[in-house]
């Protein structure tokens, strides 16, 4: 979070996906970065809710667990990017820049 405030990142966080599609009322962020492991709802599903719904949010997946089909899933589902950790800092800002200029 701190690499993306100094790199002039406006970010907000969110404790579930829950959280954030009910602050979706609010505003629709230019990007979003999503871990595949969460709990209740992970990121794919979400990504997955988020299309459904009509949503378009560019939206980066990461993961320290590169699963058989992984990538392709997320892709399939809409994903801008797919990441996998340990994620070098300048890759994950290039990707977001990307990402949030509409570039991916």
Do not use: H
């Amino acid at each position: 979070m701190r690499l993306l405030q100094v790199s002039s990142y406006t970010v907000d966080t969110y404790g579930s996906a829950g959280e954030f599609l009910a602050s979706l009322d609010q505003r629709i962020p230019d990007c979003l970065i999503v871990d595949l492991q969460m709990p209740t709802t992970d990121g794919l599903e979400l990504r997955i809710s988020l299309t459904r719904a009509g949503i378009v949010i560019p939206t980066i997946m990461i993961t320290g667990y590169d699963e058989p089909g992984g990538r392709e899933r997320c892709s399939a589902a809409g994903a801008a990017a797919y990441l996998l950790k340990p994620i070098q800092k300048t890759e994950l800002i290039a990707v977001i820049k990307a990402a949030a200029e509409g570039a991916m």
